[in-house]
C-alpha cells in the first residue's frame, strides 16, 4: 500500500522555524519529483516547492524563495521542508505529493502569536 | 510567472449534467496541464494529465481538452460523487501554478 504521512507541523510564532518530513512508502520514492503544495484554511492549492529525484534540482515559489529549503533522503524514503522566518501568510495544511498519484493527507503550520 | 484563470469559481448542476470548466493560462504552456479533484478533508486527486490523458482508474465521463493557453475539463455527465472542487495545474515551467478552483454545487 502507498502512504505519503507528512509530520512536524503545529503551532509556531512569526519569525519561527519548523521542518516538515514525509515519510514514503509502497512505491519506488527515489523514482519520483517531488512536491510540496499547500492550502490555506478555507482558500485553493498553492504550489510550493519541488525536487528532483536525486536532489540536484530544486524549484519554489517566490513568496517562499530564502525562507523555505526542499531536501530529500532517498535512502530513508523521506522527504522535507524546512521552514525559516515563518509569517502568518505560510499558515496551512501542508501536503507531500509526487503530484500524480500519490499524495499525503497534510500536516497543518499555524503560525501565530 | 505563469497565471491560471480558471472559470467559473463555483458551478451549480444536477446529476446528470454535462459541465464544462475552463483554464486560461498567461502564456502558452503546450499542454502541460493537470485537473485535480479535491472534496473536503481529502487529498486532491489527480483526473487528467498532459491535458487530456485520462489518470489510470478515473472514470471516462471525465475529459480533458486543449493545448497552448486554452484548457477545458468536461464531466460528461455528473454523478453524486463528482461534486467537489476543480484545479488545474500548470508545470510548463516554474513556479508550477494552480488555478484558484472551481466550486461544483449540487442544484
Known amino acids: 500500500e502507498v502512504q505519503l504521512v507528512e509530520s512536524g507541523g503545529g503551532l509556531v510564532q512569526p519569525g519561527g522555524s519548523l521542518r516538515l518530513s514525509c515519510a514514503a512508502s509502497?512505491?519506488?520514492?527515489?523514482?519520483?519529483?517531488m512536491s510540496w503544495v499547500r492550502q490555506a484554511p478555507g482558500k485553493g492549492l498553492e504550489w510550493v516547492a519541488n525536487?528532483?529525484?536525486?536532489?540536484?534540482?530544486?524549484y519554489y515559489v517566490d513568496s517562499v524563495k530564502g525562507r523555505f529549503t526542499i531536501s530529500r533522503d532517498n535512502a530513508k524514503n523521506s522527504l522535507y521542508l524546512q521552514m525559516n522566518s515563518l509569517r502568518g501568510e505560510d499558515t496551512a495544511l501542508y501536503f507531500c505529493?509526487?503530484?500524480?498519484?500519490?499524495w499525503g493527507q497534510g500536516t497543518l503550520v499555524t503560525v501565530s502569536s | 510567472a505563469i497565471q491560471m484563470t480558471q472559470s467559473p469559481s463555483s458551478l451549480s448542476a444536477s446529476v446528470g449534467d454535462r459541465v464544462t470548466i475552463t483554464c486560461r493560462a498567461s502564456?502558452?504552456?503546450?499542454?502541460?496541464l493537470g485537473w485535480y479533484q479535491q472534496k473536503p478533508g481529502k487529498a486532491p486527486k489527480l483526473l487528467i494529465y498532459?491535458?487530456?490523458r485520462l489518470q489510470s482508474g478515473v472514470p471516462s465521463r471525465f475529459s480533458g481538452s486543449g493545448s497552448g493557453t486554452d484548457f477545458s475539463l468536461t464531466i460528461s455527465s455528473l454523478q453524486p460523487e463528482d461534486f467537489a472542487t476543480y484545479y488545474c495545474?500548470?508545470?510548463?515551467?516554474?513556479?508550477?501554478?494552480f488555478g484558484q478552483g472551481t466550486k461544483l454545487e449540487i442544484k
Open positions: 495545474l500548470q508545470d510548463y515551467s516554474y513556479p508550477c501554478s
Open positions: 509502497g512505491f519506488t520514492f527515489s523514482s519520483y519529483w
Open positions: 525536487i528532483k529525484q536525486d536532489g540536484s534540482e530544486k
Open positions: 505529493t509526487t503530484l500524480s498519484d500519490y
Open positions: 498532459a491535458a487530456s
Open positions: 502564456q502558452g504552456i503546450r499542454n502541460d
